[in-house]
């Protein structure tokens, strides 16, 4: 991949033009958020889609102006609107995906699908692709570093006894950056897990959700930190946690934003549904692009390879 020719064919990566952001609700979401802001000042961030099924607005978007927004870490199935995600969203070569014409998903430029590589799929978080994109270094303070890993778990997958050689084809071949690389070295080393410890009590002193994790590190046995909200929120606490995980971040990475790119102040909420099960079973005989248009589906992924996770809103 090329990071000129990413900008090039998703232009609103970098010249935005649709003012209003909609961001995921975890630690990799409100990472790539600032810096996405950060790198597009005249952008705001005006809602948050949490659990893969409420979207909290601000007062000014209805849900029916969702085509307009950019989505941050997230695969939106719409054909207006522009998404920054990286599940794996394709079955194979032979769908046409016409929600996702506009939006960018690192599987899709790394040719990843179910049937194509998917071993191989995007093994970081959304965070580092930005990173890598508008060339910006790991910033230089106390738990900035393993913050950026954290992203996604991505120190875990990193290391040895998980996908570091997957990881290293992504920042070697695909997105490759020198000062990620040399940050990346340094995730196999037991000193960085102790870094890593350190910052997550800092975390839960905080009072940030750590979530379920399934796997663990190589030294310390540590998991995940996702921090994403519980899912019982009303929008006020909504609100107040995203705020909090912003401002937390930018407190430790340096990446500052003006106050008027953040407009989640009063949200109004929209609830939908979301569904899982096996794919042969959800889809049956229609194809992906069928089942798409025929349930109206919102949001999708491939968490597995044979099971498929979707949100429809009535």
């Known amino acids: 991949m090329d990071s000129t020719a990413v900008l090039t064919s998703y232009p609103w990566l970098r010249n935005l033009t649709q003012k209003n952001v909609i961001m995921g609700d975890d630690l990799d979401a409100a990472l790539s958020t600032i810096l996405f802001l950060r790198c597009n000042p005249q952008a705001t961030l005006a809602g948050i889609y949490s659990g893969y099924s409420k979207i909290y607005l601000c007062p000014d978007l209805s849900f029916q102006q969702l085509d307009q927004c950019v989505f941050i870490d997230l695969d939106i199935y719409k054909a207006g609107c522009r998404s920054l995600g990286h599940h794996i969203i394709r079955r194979d070569e032979r769908d046409v995906l016409a ?19 998917y071993i191989k799929k995007y093994p970081l978080g959304t965070v580092h692709f930005l990173m890598w994109l508008y060339d910006v270094p790991v910033p230089f303070f106390k738990n900035a570093e393993p913050l950026i890993w954290l992203a996604d778990s991505t120190f875990i997958n990193g290391q040895s006894h998980r996908f570091r050689s997957n990881v290293m084809e992504w920042l ?28 997550q009590a800092l975390l839960q002193e905080k009072g940030f959700n750590k979530g379920r994790g ?51 102040e009063t949200l109004h909420l929209n ?44």
């Open 99 to 117: 929600g996702f014409q506009q939006s960018c998903n690192m599987n899709e430029l790394a040719k990843r699908s179910l049937s194509a590589n």
């Open 172 to 199: 070697y071949h695909f997105m490759p950056s020198d000062d990620l690389q040399v940050s990346f070295q340094k995730i196999e080393a037991e000193q960085f897990e102790i870094q890593m410890t350190a910052l």
């Open 214 to 264: 399934q796997v663990t590190s190589k030294h310390k046995l540590l998991s995940g930190y996702q921090c994403q909200p519980s899912g019982q929120e009303n929008a006020a606490q909504m609100t107040q946690y995203i705020k909090k995980l912003l401002e937390m971040i930018t407190e430790i990475t340096g990446w500052k934003v003006l106050k008027e790119q953040l407009n989640i």
């Open 271 to 314: 609830t939908g549904i979301r569904k899982s099960g096996q794919i042969q079973q959800v889809l049956g005989k229609d194809s992906l692009d069928e089942f798409l248009l025929q349930k109206n589906v919102f949001s999708y992924v491939f968490p597995f390879k044979e099971q498929i996770n979707y949100t429809v809103f009535n």
